[in-house]
């Protein structure tokens, strides 16, 4: 038999009342990129955890360079060279990054105090290896995320892992910032790494896996060769069926301005953004992160403040809005963050989704139960969500599902111009198409929506218009006819439209 | 298997049936208020007479009143520390007013708690505008409360002669001492509106997460705002109630009511990190510190001995209920 670097055969693992893995097998050889895929509740962070020492599987075998492995704690896990990079980056801030690299086992010198200088060269070396370009002694809160990544990294390379798990490295980095990710990436399997990715992104898969293991409801589907496979048969292996088209967008005739937008600016934020949608309408908004997209509705909600412009809806003029009163006046945002900004987590979905339309079925001390099951059941409805009774935690569901649960609560309020910012992030493509499904039974109704998105395909395939910004300005607004991924990063990078390719 | 069945079949009758989820909920301090009650029952015959209970929910009331108050602000993720400085200050407040010649009861109760109000109305204020923290906002109201206390007093208890003052502090209806009346009717108004009103539900949404709260529409200073000032209000009364009761306003009085408070709530199964409790726990929280400082009276227990056993008390049922409740995540 040959020695793979690392090989885990048929894990199993249960949680009461859940089977989590069923049999899962996967293999990483030396110098690869082996992504792991598939959708939200599917098993891969159990599969990681039981690689990581978090969890003890219930049946199942790991062996790493042929050797029948024991992984029982995250110090044996460590002790047999895997090192993991969670979703959520476990630095300590306020130390530096050579003091990051080295806790817990600092190095001493001969009176036991920490040897700061051998630390500070120590951590720089490995610091180079990953090009990570700046001195050790910088904090850690300086840094931005992509940076932090690094450092993770470099303390992973500090322990001599051979194999490294990455756990959605990309969900918050900017494209420059990935592209120095993947460098990295591809540094480290020329150097032999193994390395296990996990992301949603399928255009990311493409880019920097060498191989593709799909799993789906704990069960290992399979595993493809990246330059043997495509989209289409990899979102059939996750979801278990072919998902012709899980776009769902019907063109009809646009209505009357609902909002229009007039040189709006807020300093040093964005400047001078001016746009319109019709009824009917559904306007996407891309460009690279930290182009000022989610800022320039924080501050027509009010949420942010506004140095200047006009925000007219349906015609009229309106001063400063709130989040209170634009929902007044139709309009609302569903925000990007559902844990952070959505949702109440630690309630009911009863409580959330109500929780925008009080008003409707709450009159002094006198709670109409009735009335509040109804909105609540319309909604869960027309969603699909997938919940075991309406007095579940929205914190124990999936994350398709708790999106589900946000956009409920704004649609509950029965707006005429929505907004939805990153309305798809991290979730499976089972919730995405019937996200996309709702979103067009809206604009068909003759709501305005507007999609603020980093997924270029989403936003091409949804929308009738799309504005692009750049550096906080609008640098390109496209109809329909001229949609094309080029044409867009084009204006987001700020390259402009113009030059010829 | 089958039984586990039923059980869970039982579960999803009972799941939304209010009464079931207070059992479930504060099952742990439940249990301690029940095995107390027994264990004194046997222990003292002096425990189970009406004129100790009495005795009990009179000396409770005014920590309830104060608890209450600072459940909110924790409900909301905050914390408030003013509550025992308020209880001075309105005290010696309404003590000045009619030593000085003011005859209206009325108006000396209602400037009482307009005091605590007011202070409250200033931390809210202060909070919502600010973003300082309320630890640090609460506390330093805290010190300015006190000191003004003493400023009004000019340092001595203030003797309040007004019998029909005093009667606010000592008086019956029927056999029932008043301040069981006012924490009765502050029960049912506390559990209205946490369960029956907007306000209530936008209470337990700021404190759940006050970003999404703002994203749905509410007004979270304003929720801010109203809870310190009711908070406040709250302290206000209970001043004038002791007051009352001490026939005198007195600017040392009160000193660490809030530390009672909070362990009142937190016994009650308020989550200090917001958006979890209810009127219901505090109440039973509020009774186990109650009967247990009562029960040692009882037994003639060193009252030194009092506070370690309080501390104990708090300890551990807090512990139990984390521990339970790290279970039920799984």
Redesign the interface.
Known sequence: MENHLMQMTNVHKSFPGVKALSGVNFELECGEIHALLGENGAGKSTLINVLGGIYLPDEGEIYIEGHKVNIFDVKSSQNNGIAIIHQELVLVPHMTIAENIFLGREPRNKAGAVDNKRMIRDAAEYMKIVGLEMPPYQKVFKLSIAQRQMVEIAKAISFNSKILVMDEPTSSLTEKEVVILFDTMRMLREKGVGIIYISHRMSELFTISDKITVIRDGSYVGTKNTKETNTDELVAMMVGRNLENYYTRTFHELGDVALQVENISRQGVFQNVSFQVRKGEILGFSGLVGAGRSEVFRSILGIDALDGGEIFIGGQKVGRLSPSSAQDLGMVLVPEDRKKEGLVLINSVRFNTTLAVLKQFIRGIIVNKKKELQIVEIQSKQLKVKTPTYATKVSSLSGGNQQKVVIGKFLASNPTILILDEPTRGIDVGAKADIYEIINDLAMEGISVLIISSELNEIINMCDRIIVMHQGSISGSLPRQEFSQEKIMQYATGTGGNENE | MNRSSTITQLE?RF??NPIYIYLRTNIGILAAFFAMFILLTILSPNFLTADNWFNILRQISLNMMLSAGVMLAILIGGIDLTCGSIVALSGCTSAILLQNGMNSVPMAVLIGCLIGGVTGLANGLIIAHTGMPPFIVTLAMQGICRGAAYLVANGQPIRIPNESFQKIGTGYVGDVPLPVIYIIILIIAFF?LLN???TG??I??VG??I?????????TKRVQILVYSLSGLLAGFAGVMLAARMASGQPAVGLAYETDAIAAAVLGGTSMTG??GSIGGMVIGALVLGILSNGLNLLHVNSFWQYVAKGLVILIAVYIDMFRKRKER?
């Open positions: 999803k799941e939304n209205l029956k009103t907007k539900r936008h337990y949404a759940g997460n970003e999404a709260a703002r994203f749905s529409g509410i007004k958006g979890v799984g």
